[in-house]
């Protein structure tokens, strides 16, 4: 694959031993395999301004336009968020909302979505897929819910479960795959 595909990783949870983040690279694993460069997109790192706030400070708008920048030269981007009450992260909804139609028109998207219950995160990802849509993304046919979440992880931070190891590097490389073969058919 060329070295070109980029692929672009953003979580949702803003804590520093963050479930969801262990999760996302371990997908981003699988598109560094598959020969995609990456970059990942910290939230905790960005001083994003709340949409449409009165104020912004200029150290904001400095990190708004470096996140959009992140955005624009990524081929594919794997989101990752905590559901919380029935819906993605608020800190990523706020940096989605901020981009739009540039960051995102014909990108390749794979998600990915942890919850504290049994249910899984099917409304927050079922939430990300419709944003998706909305800013003309493409999202991949798969997904990854991880259901109790706070026991899938074991002390040291890994993944418990094998096969959802293998879930996740699967996102990560068909992502990549479909960025590649959209590059190709322009």
Known sequence: MPPHIRILGI?????????????????LEGARASG?????????QY????????????KSLEH?????KEFQEADGIIMATPEYHGSL???LKNALDLMGFNEFEGKMIGLIGLAG?????????????T????????????QVSIADSHLAFNAGGQIKNPKLVQRLRKLGIEVT???????QGK
């Open 11 to 27: 979580c949702g949870s803003l804590e520093p031993k963050s479930n969801s983040m262990r999760a996302l690279n371990i997908a």
């Open 36 to 44: 995609a460069n990456l970059c990942v997109v910290d939230l905790r």
């Open 47 to 58: 001083q994003l301004p709340i949409l449409n706030s009165p104020y912004q400070h200029p």
């Open 64 to 68: 708004l336009q470096k996140m959009k």
């Open 89 to 91: 992260s608020g800190a």
């Open 117 to 129: 219950g049994d249910m899984g995160a099917f409304n927050a990802l079922n939430h990300l897929r």
């Open 131 to 142: 944003i998706c849509r909305q800013v003309h993304a493409w999202v991949v046919p798969s």
């Open 177 to 183: 795959k479909f960025a590649l073969l959209h590059r």
